[in-house]
């Protein structure tokens, strides 16, 4: 199938983070002719790709040989390390507050050693024998993580059962130890959601058979990849961000060879499938790349979670009127699902007549929600700089 061409707006998009490094340095990176930007392919040809992949298997142990391929691809393609990382966490929480139901804390982390991933901590106020645990990315936009959207997803998650962690993206939020146009920002994001389970399984009672996560947008891609690499990710909700044509917009997606070799190819919608046969819900709507959801991606995902007789383990929330965000009527789609597949209360976040109510969440101004300030500095030892963040990733690439 033929590339097609990219108008001016995308290429201004999926250009950005090319500005940081010079073509020569990038390419011996990465095989820029490997890379599958925003709108690889057309509508036609996206579905086109779909019926071509699905040839490379007619059985659950040729799918098997071929999410080997892909999920290999993912790896080799960002530069993964081999081995797990085990460096110390060293953890920073402070400025725990109470609200009604749930509790909310500041907190940062050690991904690799000098890197801090920063976000919240949001705890049911409930006691309970043991809890679920749900990592909560965000896409991109002004200030995500601070966002009204986050805090009240986070907010209800906790109230449910969960112990909840959001964290930001490089280059966003607290999290400004590199910009987020670096050209390994997909290696760097994905190590930092792998060592967010890493954290999220210290804290005590959290139970390691309901870990799930859920994001929209880039989150959504995060949210996938993390699904696909790591297994004791047991549900996911990747929203607004499945598609067959779309591979992704930004570096932290689509920066990186993912999803083509000498070897293969591949799509976002495959790579999702790598869920399989853990519960999965696509989240879509009707103004964006995921407006055929319904009819292309998630057939074809049902497909391959038949061969594993779990299609009834995939659903799809579609809503056709409604745009790219992670709105109010996605949020119940995915307080649903999470509910049913983490064991969560959905009780506990209904009105009398049993409908989902988050009036009870405080939307916390900005300030509080900032992990380093005045009054908690950043560590000295922290990495800082794209220059310093590429030596201290070559430190753990695939290669070593």
Known sequence: MKKPELSFKQCILLAFFLTSVSDKAFSQLVDTTMLCRGNYFTEAEGRQ???????????????KKRASQIREGIIK???????????????IAHSKRVYDGYTVENIAFESLPGFFVTGNLY?????????????????????????????????????????????????????KQCEHKHPQALTLQTIN?????????????????????????????????????????????????????????????SGMPIHKSQDHQ???VEIAALAAPRPMLLISDGKDWTKNTPEVEFPYIKNIYR???RENYVENVHLRDEGHDYGINKRKGAYQFLAKHLNLSIKEVTDLNGVIDESFVKTEPTPVLRVFDDGHPMP?????????????????????
């Open 380 to 400: 000295s030892h922290a990495v800082n700089g794209d220059e310093q963040i590429s030596e201290l990733l070559s430190k753990y690439s695939g290669s070593k």
């Open 123 to 175: 705890k049911p106020l409930k006691s309970a024998a043991s809890y679920a645990g749900i990592l909560s990315p965000h896409g991109h936009g002004k200030d995500p993580r601070f966002q009204e959207n986050v805090q009240r997803r986070c907010a209800m998650f906790a109230k449910m059962g969960a112990i909840v962690f959001t964290y930001d993206m490089i280059g966003y939020g607290d999290s």
């Open 49 to 63: 790709s779909l019926e071509e992949f699905a040839k490379a298997y007619h059985d659950l142990d040729s799918w």
């Open 77 to 91: 393609g960002m530069n993964l390390p081999k081995a797990r990382i085990v460096s110390p966490l060293n953890v």
């Open 266 to 268: 591949t799509s976002n």
């Open 307 to 309: 061969l594993y007789g």
């Open 193 to 253: 959601s792998i060592r967010a389970i890493d954290f999220l399984l210290t804290i005590p009672g959290i139970d390691p058979e309901r870990i799930g996560v859920t994001g929209e947008s880039g989150g959504g891609t995060q949210t996938f990849l993390l699904t696909a690499l790591d297994n004791r990710v047991k549900v996911s909700v990747p929203v607004v961000m499945v598609s067959a044509h779309f591979f992704g917009g930004c570096s932290c997606e």
